[in-house]
């Protein structure tokens, strides 16, 4: 894990895509870019997504600020606080179902719902529940040439 200090620092040199590449348990690889902008610490690196490719449905929220919180430290104070203490791991929670890559690595024999929910997984509005097996999230220019 790189840390959200040091993404924060990358992405403020220019514009940046975020990849996410996901593999479920089958062995099946999906993949989803965004645009995106990180805030600093005094926003708790709220995250700003406008996706822009991928073979698998979106299960973040677009044009949302969505602020990075932990289990001891909310970074929403409303309604999703208990989503890092439930889930596990932090994360840009919007919801605590949509999504989870920095959850407690979970295999699908583990017993129970509430279990499964704290590992990685991926969960579109519609569509189906992807517990995840690896996760990759990385960041790349948008303009190369301008990167020598």
């Known amino acids: 894990w790189l840390g959200l200090k040091k993404i924060y620092s990358i992405s403020q040199q220019g514009h940046y895509l975020l990849r996410m590449e ?10 989803i ?3 995106f902008s990180l805030g600093g610490p005094s926003t708790n690196f709220t995250l700003q997504l406008a996706r822009m490719s991928g073979s698998i449905p979106n299960a973040l ?4 600020q969505l602020r990075f919180s932990t289990a001891d430290r909310a970074g929403d104070t409303a309604s999703h606080a208990s989503c890092p203490q439930s889930h596990l791991g932090g994360w840009w929670h919007s919801e ?3 999504t989870n890559l920095n959850g407690k690595y979970v295999t ?4 129970g719902r509430l279990e499964r929910g704290k590992g ?10 992807y517990l995840l097996k690896s ?3 990385m960041i790349h220019p948008t303009d190369l ?3 020598h």
Do not use: V
């Not at 996901?22 to 993949?31: I, K, M, P, T």
């Not at 699908?108 to 017993?111: A, E, L, N």
């Open 22 to 31: 996901l593999q479920d348990w089958r062995g099946n690889r999906r993949h």
């Open 33 to 35: 870019e965004y645009s």
């Open 61 to 64: 929220p677009e044009h949302a």
């Open 96 to 98: 605590c179902e949509e």
């Open 108 to 111: 699908p024999r583990s017993r």
């Open 120 to 129: 990685l997984y991926w969960k579109p509005k519609k569509g189906r529940y």
């Open 135 to 137: 996760t990759k999230m």
């Open 145 to 147: 040439k301008s990167f």
